[in-house]
């Protein structure tokens, strides 16, 4: 089964609770605690530079990216920096992590960011096979 729904965490009516569960799964050495998520979790909604959006399948979260952008002047303009992006294990390989990534560069093209930028050494494979490299220009 694939991904059936994307959405921006902001332009839908969205608590914070469900997330959290997703967000612990992330592999951090500093898990965050119940203050700090709920303190971060509100900046990003409220910060027109962050993005937040959220996977479902059948009514249960599979998958979150976040991120943000902000000016550059490496790439001559903005850039939309992906924070996190995670896919319950059991459903990578389905479609999850390409779609949040689409709906990601859809934001920044929309955005006018200049370049996409992430940092990872474990995912790179899953990078590659979306066309990334050592950067990624919008046209």
Known sequence: MFCRT???CKSSRFGKAPLLELVRLFPTPTPPGDVAYANAFRT????????????????????????????TFYAGGNTA???????????RGHGVG???M???EAW????SRSLVSLATAGASGFYEQL???TN????
């Open 98 to 100: 390409r779609a949040l």
């Open 131 to 133: 066309g990334y490299g």
């Open 136 to 139: 990624r220009l919008f046209s």
């Open 108 to 111: 920044a093209e929309l955005n």
């Open 44 to 71: 990003k909604l409220s910060d027109a530079a962050s993005f937040l959006a959220v996977a479902e399948e059948d009514g249960k979260l599979i998958g979150y990216i976040c991120g943000y952008c902000h000016a």
């Open 81 to 91: 920096w992906v924070d996190e992006i995670l896919v319950n294990s059991d459903r």
């Open 6 to 8: 994307v959405r921006n």
């Open 102 to 104: 689409a709906a990601f």
